[in-house]
C-alpha cells in the first residue's frame, strides 16, 4: 500500500497504487432537490449503452429512493457495515468544516475500504473492503419507491401534522447515481488483472473488455456496487460517461465537448457535468468561473456522496433541505448544515449559477454573469431576501459563448390566435 492525498478527507489514506491524477477531471453535481424519480436519465443510458442481452439487470444510471431503495439493494447500508464491524465506533470526522482546499470538510478519523481491508481480510491479496450482492439484490432496481420514513419503528406511521423546514418527519428522497469516475477507484484498485484504467485526459475510468476475465473483484470492491457483472460474455462493465461524446466525437457536437445522456436526458434540470482542472496534488486547481468549481469549492453547496468510503468519488450532490441532518450528515460528511443553510439562503452569484443546468448539453468551461436590475425584495423564511435579474453567460472549452440565460425566467403568453381547443 502507498500513500496518497485525499482532499476530500483532509488527509493521507493507504491506497495499493501510486497517486497519479488527469489534466481534467469528469464531475457532476446533482441538486437532489429538483429531483422528480422521473427515470428519463435512467433509460437514456439504458437504451445507449445496456439494451443487449446479458445487460437485462445492468442499469449504470440508476435512481432510487432513499433511505430504503437501493439499486442493488442496501448497497450503502451493507458497505457502511462492514467498516463500523472493522473499526467498531470509530467511523467518525473531526474538526469542522474549515477554508482549506485540501480538507474543506475537516479530517475523516476512521477508516475507508482500503484500510479498514488491511485489517479484516483474508487472503493478503484483498485489497479492497467490499462484498458481493446476490443476484436477488440486483434484482428490481427501483424497490420502495416513494416509500417514506415515518415514525422510527412503526410501519405506516406517517406525520399527521404539516410540517415545515428544516426538517420532515416523514421523508424521502431521491438519489440518482451514476459510476464516480473515482479519483482513487476501488474498481481499479482491486482488479487482478489490471484491467481497469482511468484514462490521463478526463480521469474516466474503463474496463478493458480484452483483458478482463470476469473475475468480479470490481464488483465486490465498489462500494457503490457501479461495476456489473456480464454472464453471457463473462467480463464485468461499468459506465462509460458516455466517452464519445465527452471527446466532442458525437454527431451532434460539432467537435466540442457534451454532456452524457443521463445529463442531456434530465428533465428536472438537476444534472450538470463538467471536466475539472487538477492539481498535481489531486486537489481541484483554482478556477473560480467554473461552474463546478464554484458550485464545489466556492460556494460549498455541492457534497460528495459518502465521502468516508475513501474512493474520493467525482459525484457531487446538492443536499435535500427537508431530510433529518444526521441522515445526510452521514451521506455526504460534515459539510451538509453549510450547504444547506448556502442553497436555502443564496447569494446573488449563486442565484444566477444555478440557472445553468440544463441550458445547453454542451460542457461549460466557464461562466461570467451580467448584472441586471432589481426585480423583487421581500422576507423568506424570516430572512431578508433581494433579487436580481442577472444574466448569466456560459462559456465552451474553446471559449466561446453557449448561452445566456436570466436568474427570472421568460414570461410566455399564448396569443388569441393559438387558442388551446382542448
Ligand atoms: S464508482 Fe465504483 S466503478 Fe465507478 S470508478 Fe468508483 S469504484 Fe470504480
Ligand atoms: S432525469 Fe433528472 S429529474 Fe428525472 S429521474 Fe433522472 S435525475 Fe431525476
Known amino acids: 500500500m502507498g500513500k496518497v492525498y485525499n482532499w476530500q478527507l483532509g488527509r493521507e489514506m493507504d491506497y495499493p497504487y501510486a497517486a497519479a491524477f488527469p489534466d ?22 439504458k437504451s445507449t449503452w445496456t439494451f443487449s442481452k446479458g445487460q437485462e439487470h445492468m442499469w449504470w444510471a440508476n435512481v432510487e429512493t432513499k433511505p430504503y431503495g437501493g439499486y442493488p439493494q442496501f448497497w450503502d447500508a451493507k458497505i457502511l457495515g462492514l467498516l463500523e464491524k472493522a ?45 458481493l450482492p446476490t443476484d436477488e ?6 424497490i ?17 401534522q404539516g410540517v415545515e423546514l428544516p426538517e420532515h418527519k416523514t421523508w424521502f428522497f431521491y438519489l440518482a447515481r451514476i459510476c ?41 470492491a465498489c462500494p457503490y456496487k457501479k461495476s456489473m457483472y456480464r454472464g453471457n460474455t463473462r ?29 442531456a436526458a434530465c428533465i428536472g434540470q438537476i444534472r450538470m457535468q463538467g471536466l475539472v482542472q487538477i492539481n498535481r496534488d489531486g486537489t481541484w486547481a483554482e478556477d473560480r468561473h467554473h461552474p463546478l468549481y464554484y458550485l464545489v469549492h466556492v460556494a460549498k453547496v455541492a457534497l460528495p456522496l459518502y465521502p468516508q468510503l475513501g474512493t474520493s468519488p467525482n459525484g457531487y450532490y446538492i443536499p435535500p433541505r427537508w431530510v433529518p441532518r ?34 445547453s448539453n454542451r460542457i461549460i468551461f466557464s461562466y461570467a454573469i451580467e448584472e441586471g436590475p432589481k426585480i423583487y425584495e421581500g422576507e423568506l423564511r424570516g430572512k431578508k431576501i433581494t433579487l436580481y435579474n442577472d444574466t448569466v453567460i456560459a462559456f465552451g472549452r474553446d471559449g466561446k459563448e453557449i448561452f445566456r440565460t436570466t436568474v427570472e425566467e421568460p414570461f410566455h403568453s399564448r396569443g388569441g390566435q393559438h387558442a388551446n381547443s382542448i
Open 24 to 45: 481534467r477531471q469528469f464531475a457532476f453535481v446533482f441538486n437532489i432537490n429538483r429531483c422528480i424519480a422521473c427515470q428519463s436519465c435512467t433509460m437514456a443510458c
Open 180 to 220: 464516480n469516475h473515482c479519483t482513487y477507484p476501488a474498481c481499479l484498485a482491486a482488479c487482478p488483472r489490471k484491467a481497469i484504467y482511468k484514462r490521463p485526459e478526463d480521469g474516466i475510468v474503463l474496463i478493458d473488455q480484452s483483458e478482463c476475465r470476469g473475475y468480479r473483484k470490481c464488483v465486490e
Open 137 to 142: 439484490e440486483w434484482n428490481s432496481p427501483n
Open 235 to 263: 467480463t464485468s462493465e461499468k459506465c462509460i460517461a458516455c466517452y464519445p461524446r465527452v471527446e466532442g466525437k458525437d454527431p451532434e457536437s460539432q467537435g466540442q465537448p457534451m454532456e452524457t445522456r443521463c445529463m
Open 87 to 131: 473499526n467498531p465506533g470509530g467511523q467518525h470526522w473531526g474538526g469542522a468544516p474549515k477554508d482549506d482546499p485540501k480538507g474543506p470538510y475537516g479530517a475523516f478519523e476512521g477508516q475507508t475500504i482500503f484500510e479498514a481491508a488491511q485489517k479484516t481480510l483474508v487472503p493478503e491479496s484483498a485489497r479492497v473492503l467490499g462484498y
Open 326 to 359: 444526521p441522515y445526510l450528515r452521514q451521506m455526504f460528511g460534515p459539510g451538509v448544515d453549510q450547504a444547506i443553510e448556502r442553497y436555502t439562503n443564496p447569494d446573488r452569484e449563486l442565484l444566477a449559477v444555478l440557472q445553468l443546468f440544463r441550458r
Open 144 to 160: 420502495y419507491e416513494d416509500n417514506p420514513v415515518g415514525e422510527r419503528g412503526k410501519p405506516m406511521a406517517w406525520d399527521a
